[in-house]
């Protein structure tokens, strides 16, 4: 059923179809020698939203560790092993099959907990950013599916495990100033534990559907501010916009507070973005800080009437994930303004 609703979904919004199908603008009449359209892909810097034309992009739909996976004719997906600290450690990756001449952007996917690598490269439609924006998506795996965000009561093995990722990327082809972050859920709380302990090697941070932890707040000492940006649901019943002491989550008002201070930002502007889907009954409002002397740009989507979702992604069971914005689009046109 997941599948099938990605798959629809891919096919209205990109009109996609399945591998072996006939692209358009490339077949020529009879004896005529029409050269082939070029691909053009756009994302709305205000949403994220991807749009192309000419050629319809192909697909193929390999079960990859037990998960259907949407794979573009131009990009190559695999699963690879590491050994850190002793412990086997896994992660999957999406990247454009041409070699290119200059080492690639790195978008690192944190999934949630108690799901797979596999399963974030559905829910976020990362796969046609790949292709059309050329950089690589990475998708590690936590130890039992769970990481160890919060350092009041777990070891740093998940911050070690992705610096070593990182480094093999990098030896892979991978461009070491251009490494970017993103989560959802617990993958977002682990997002933020690596914005205080892995900043050296990470240029941004886009964390989804988590406030930050007290006990990460207590110690949380980057090496180097970094830009960030939050995606949060006023709606959301497991990390609630509001916070829940008894689970050590802050506010969404006091988690932008403690960065901003962090940041140096001085005030704020509030937009409201245009509505596109008015069935899902959500609205969204960017916040921007301003005057941030620290580590460049500090945001937050507020999503009212959003659940614990993705927006835009494949996460409809949680609440409303709405369809105004995309957070995978966003997380790479907001990153990949940033280098170390």
């Not at 998960?67 to 086997?88: D, E």
């Not at 609630?240 to 989550?249: L, R, T």
Request: hydrophobic fraction near 40%; charge should be neutral; charged fraction near 10%.
């Amino acid at each position: 059923m997941k599948t099938y609703y990605w798959m629809k979904k891919l096919t209205a919004a990109l009109g996609v179809v399945l591998a072996g199908a006939i692209l358009p603008g490339t077949a020529a009449a009879a004896g005529t020698t029409a050269p082939p359209k070029a691909l053009v892909a756009n994302i709305a810097p205000a949403t994220g939203i991807l749009t192309t034309s000419g050629p319809t992009i192909l697909y193929t739909f390999p079960k990859i560790n037990g998960t259907v996976v949407g794979v573009p004719n131009g990009t190559t997906a695999y699963v690879a092993t590491m050994v850190v600290g002793g412990v086997t450690r896994t992660y999957f990756v999406i990247r454009p099959t041409a070699t290119a001449t200059a080492p690639a952007p790195l978008l690192l996917l944190l999934h949630p907990n108690g799901t797979s690598p596999e399963s974030m490269a559905d829910l976020t439609g990362v796969a046609p950013y790949v292709l059309t924006q050329g950089f690589w998506a990475v998708m590690p795996a936590a130890v039992n599916g769970k990481w160890g965000d919060d350092p009041s009561n777990s070891t740093d093995a998940d911050v070690q495990f992705i610096s070593a990722l990182i480094d093999t990327l990098v030896a892979d082809g991978v461009d070491a100033t251009r490494v970017y972050a993103a989560g959802y859920s617990n993958g977002a709380f682990m997002t933020e534990r690596l914005a205080c302990e892995l900043s050296n090697k990470i240029a941004a941070f886009s964390i989804d559907a988590a406030t930050l932890r007290t006990g990460l707040e207590s110690v949380c000492s980057p090496a180097v501010q970094r830009p960030k940006q939050y995606f949060l649901g006023t709606a959301d019943s497991i990390v609630p916009y509001d916070g829940w002491p008894i689970a050590s989550m802050l506010s969404a008002t006091a988690t932008m507070s403690f960065w901003a201070s962090q940041q140096g930002c001085g005030g704020t502007v509030a937009t409201t973005l245009p509505s596109l889907v008015a069935k899902d009954k959500t609205s969204v409002q960017l916040t921007d800080y301003t005057g941030c002397t620290a580590g460049g740009d500090l945001r937050l989507y507020t999503v009212y009437g959003g659940g614990h979702a993705w927006p835009d992604g494949m996460t409809q069971m949680i609440g409303v994930t709405t369809q105004d914005i995309n957070a995978t689009g966003l997380a790479w046109s907001f990153s990949s303004q940033y280098h170390l």
